[in-house]
């Protein structure tokens, strides 16, 4: 070993010097170098005292240099430094042969403020396959030093694994993405090629390393900003030879001094360290700053890559996961075919796990063998792949087996309700169950065992819209009951409130409105049978504080709640309310309206007390009659107009409720009425007008001078009749009849149907009588009108022709159709004797 101070070191193969312990407490107080890191990967923390006392670089501020070595292990890195720098690192033991350098070694320059790095060699038996510590320290290296002395073999130029380019490219990828920045100081590689044989020029060597190492650059993976960035970016490139120590010593040893001054000597055209190399790092602040860098470094995990071993298990995990899986996926690919087309695979998930567990087997045969933790991981991946492929399928499945449990809810509840709705709600319960029952069954037993599928999104959205149709379902089916009490309701009053509003009596709306409890009463208790079976009411308990709970029983029908009950209840009585009011709009129609308040004029108009129709006479008080008809007419059209009764409370329910209409009590508008009353007066007046014409009729029949001479001329005919027995019995006979007739009440349609032989007789006599000098016009629904004229609308008609009758009768049977038809037409019968023969002369 070469004294540190020496000013050229020949460090020739100091045989064994004795290899440096990493405990930092054993320093040699004369010993120059420094162990930085030892083989425990620890960072020293005697560097600034070293830098201080040994070295004097402390107070250098940036006056100073920093150089390190990277190569393969025992391809002289050592010599060379011992060589180039005057240092005296351990050099091999040519007869061992064994690693000489571990860790990083430290150690000044002789003639110049440059911090000389010795590095642990690569590929290193000793280390084996663990090349941990070897990227660890060849990044240490990178990220330190100005310069970076690769050094090699001319023979390892243009190989991948001896020329270090697999370490490099990750040491490479790591400084990128730990230590460069845009605009970085540059770290020079200074490629020294040993045992150089001058066979190939060293610009085409030269020219191959830069190649391969533009092409290990490109295979990067370059942090994010920086994947254009070329390596020329952040390095630059030196190379030397030199040849071989042992054969060409006398050379070696030329070169190396001449080397030596483009490390030492500034003034040197190829002087290594130029000024964008330097870190711009104070001397005093670089221990803190090289102790930070070692520690990012070792805490790193990016370096930690898999070894050989490693690698191998990966790649053939890899192959065997591929091949399994192409099996696995030709086994379940009839799965998604079928779920896409709608289906609910019910054995999926047992089937699934068959063939997940047969792949696995497949895999774990052949991938178990090699290095374990790559197999478990490649495993977990085969495993989660398979998973992943199938859970698409489980999803599938759970959409359609969403739409077949609700098609099974409707489905069941359908079948359930045939032929008799009887406890709805159980059916309805049972059915949900089922449905429910059915998706919880094939959600979990679809899932792959081990996998951490979940279907509670899926089920809560099933159940959602399952209690959703069943509500609906329920909605509907009390919708059907109370359609069906409603249609009750309707039929229960039509012809009850029919009778009711034609007797018109007083106290009609309170019939109709009892008529209308009655029904919506036993409607109401029909409901609550079906929805409840029985009627249910509130629960109240006190509990033992004092205070009251309120509990619905519940009960089969629909199992309603008595709040719900209440509230179908309600909604029952407002339907009803509105049947009864359809009921009533069609009794009040205008004709029925109309022939009402005809009905109840002519009643007290055209009938006596007892019923029977009026026969008027010229005594009677046809004017008051009438006035009283039609104040019972219009009495009764104003009761009409409202449903005039006090609402109770069994009405409360439908008054209370919000769409409830006060509107709706009135029944007909004042302005409709107004409009009724004015037809039906009409109406009535030419009713009037007929009851005096049947009296003047009547008058006309027998003048008083013919019953006095009738009297005067029969008397001969009288004494006969009371002095002949057998006559006078018949005169007593025929006055008993008469009387027996009158007593009976028979008199008036005795004396109607005499009428109508009598008219039709004088009908078929007319022609006899006016050729016999009685002046007849015309017969007239049995009644002989004598010169008779009809003045309808201005037109004056003679009952003479049949034109004027058929125009007579017509307004007789409607008045409305007469003429223009129009309303308001006046009729005028005028009583005209002689005029119309006078006119016909005319
Ligand atoms: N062929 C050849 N051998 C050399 C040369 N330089 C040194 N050696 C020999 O190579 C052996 C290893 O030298 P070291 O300097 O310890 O090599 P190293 O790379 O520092 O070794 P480690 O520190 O253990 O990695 C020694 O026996 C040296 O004599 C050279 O230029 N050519």
Known sequence: MASPDATVPVVDAVNASEKKSSSWDKIDENDPRLQIVDENQEFTPLLHDFMKTKWGLVDRGFDYNVVAVFGSQSTGKSTLLNRLFGTSFDVMNEVQRQQTTKGIWASKSTGANLL???????????????????????????????????????????????????????????????????????????????????????????????????????????????????????????????????????QFNEQTDALRKRFIDKSDPGFAFKPNYHKHIPADGFPKFAESIWEKIVTNRDLDLPTQQQLLAQFRCDEISRTVFESFSEAVKGYGSQLKAGRVLENFGSEIQEITQ???????????????????????????????????????????????????????????????????????????????GYFRKIAESSKLQGADWSSDEYYAQFLAQLDEMASAKKKEAIDKIILGLEKSISTALAEPISLHLNEGAPDMWRKVQNTFREAVTSAEDELRRRLNGSLTLPFLFTNPTGTEDIFDM?????????????????????????????????????????????????????????????????????????????????????????????????????????????????????????????????????????????????????????????????????????SNPIMFMGLMFVGLATYIT??????????????????????????????????????????????????VQGRVGSLRDEEGRKEFRRYLSSPSKLGSGGEGEEVELVERKGRRRQEDDE
């Open 116 to 250: 000389v790095m010795d590095v642990e060699g690569t590929d290193g038996r000793e280390r084996g396959e663990n090349q941990d510590f070897e990227r660890k320290s060849a990044l240490f290296s990178l990220a330190i030093s100005e310069v970076l002395i690769v050094n090699m073999w001319e023979t390892m130029v243009g190989l991948y694994n001896g020329a270090n380019m697999g370490l490099l490219k990750t040491v490479f990828e790591v400084n990128l993405q730990l230590f460069q920045k845009q605009g970085s100081p540059k770290t020079c590689l200074f490629f020294v090629i040993r045992d150089f044989t001058g066979q190939t020029p060293l610009e085409n060597l030269s020219a191959t390393l830069v190649k391969d190492l533009e092409r290990i650059w490109a295979g990067l993976v370059k942090p994010a900003g920086k994947e254009a960035a070329l390596i020329s970016d952040f390095f630059e490139f030196a190379f030397a030879c030199l040849p071989h120590k042992v054969y060409a010593s006398a």
């Open 358 to 436: 047969t792949a696995l087997k497949t895999f774990d045969q052949d991938a178990s063998r090699y290095h374990k933790e790559v197999y478990l991981t490649k495993r977990k991946e085969f495993y989660n792949k398979m998973e992943t492929g199938l859970r698409t399928d489980y999803i599938l499945q759970l959409t359609n087996l969403h739409k077949k449990a609700l098609a099974l809810f409707t489905d069941g509840l359908a079948e359930k309700l045939k032929g008799n709705e009887g406890d709805f709600a159980v059916k309805l319960r049972e059915s949900r169950d089922e449905a429910d």
């Open 554 to 722: 519940t009960q089969p029908g629909f199992e309603f709640s008595s709040t719900d009950i209440v509230t179908q209840v309600q909604e029952l009585k407002i339907q009803a309310w509105n049947a009864l009011q359809k009921t009533i709009r069609q009794e009040v129609g205008d004709a029925q309206m109309a022939e009402r308040l005809r009905a109840r004029f002519e009643g007290v108009f055209r009938y006596d007390d007892k019923g029977l129709p009026r026969v008027w006479t010229p005594g009677d008080d046809m004017d008051g009659q009438f006035a009283k008809a039609r104040e019972e007419a219009d009495k009764l059209a104003i009761r009409f107009t409202k449903f005039d009764v006090p609402l109770t409370s069994l009405d409360e329910d439908i008054t209370h409720d919000e769409r409830f209409d006060q509107d709706s009590l009135i029944v007909i508008s004042p302005s409709k009425l107004q409009l009724l009353r004015d037809k039906f007066r009409r109406d009535a007046d030419l009713l009037f007008v007929e009851a005096k014409r049947s009296i003047v009729t009547t008058t006309a029949k027998v003048p008083p001078w013919m019953v006095v001479l009738a009297c005067l001329l029969g008397w001969n005919e009288f004494v006969a009749v009371l």
């Open 742 to 791: 009158w007593y009976v009440g028979m008199l008036g349609p005795v004396v109607r149907g005499a009428k109508v032989v009598a008219g039709e007789g004088l009908r078929q006599t007319a022609g006899a009588l006016k050729a016999g000098g009685v002046d007849v016009d015309g017969i007239l629904d049995g009644t002989a009108i004598r010169n008779g004229t009809i003045k």
